[in-house]
């Protein structure tokens, strides 16, 4: 069962969208629609920011959202904070497993 | 407020034994998976294994299975991992997270972790 493959960075301006994408296999990411994205900032737990490949919890701003095409799911970020910059991981449902991605360090600039 | 208080950190030497633990309050612990996440210094998520503190059902990830056991006490509302003899490489924070969305889809209540440091 290997990791989902995400970027290791991307990085944006004030203001502008990012799309951090994350990609498996028909047997994880492509195959059921429970594809979830976690915020970590440093020394910090994980943030559950999308669920079910595009659902947001109470309390993500609508800034965030989620979708899912064939083996890639997307998070994308649009008017970029400062406070956004973080680690993004991915995680998929693979069949009484899970699988997280590598993640993506976001650096606002 | 939901939420699940982990122990503290441990420092072991290779080969001792280790339980830690995740306590969960304010909502119904029976009724809801546990999962627990390992994070190696300076790297990613790593996923291990769930438990269903209700019938203590449990799931193990492939790359985990033999390596750590994850346990229950639903009277204490306690999830429990553990190791019988630890290496070097069981250095990491781990994570306990409850998993919900029709049953257990997503992790969306974490601890604050708990640091394993295993060192000579």
């Known amino acids: 069962q290997s990791a989902l493959t995400q970027p290791r960075s991307v990085s944006g301006s004030p203001g502008q969208s990012v799309t951090i994408s994350c990609t498996g296999t028909s047997s994880d990411v492509g195959g059921y629609n429970y594809v979830s994205w976690y915020q970590q900032h440093p020394g910090k737990a994980p943030k559950l920011m999308i669920y079910d490949v595009s659902k947001r919890p109470s309390g993500v701003p609508d800034r965030f959202s989620g979708s899912k095409s064939g083996n890639t799911a997307s998070l994308t970020i649009s008017g970029l904070q400062a406070e956004d910059e973080a680690d993004y991981y991915c995680c998929s449902y693979a069949g009484s497993s899970w699988v997280f991605g590598g993640g993506t360090k976001l650096t606002v600039l | ?120």
């Open chain 2, 1 to 120: 407020e939901v939420q699940l208080v982990q122990s503290g950190a441990e420092v072991k030497k290779p080969g001792e034994s280790l339980k830690i633990s995740c306590k969960g309050s304010g909502y119904s612990f029976t009724s809801y998976w546990i999962g627990w996440v390992r994070q190696m210094p300076g790297k990613g998520l790593e996923w291990m294994g769930i438990i269903y503190p209700g019938d203590s059902d449990t799931r193990y990830s492939p790359s985990f299975q033999g390596q750590v056991t994850i346990s229950a006490d639903k009277s204490i509302s306690t999830a429990y991992l553990q190791w019988s003899s630890l290496k070097a490489s069981d250095t990491a924070m781990y994570y306990c997270a409850r998993q919900s969305g029709g049953g257990y889809y997503y992790m969306d209540v974490w601890g604050k972790g708990t640091t394993v440091t295993v060192s000579s």
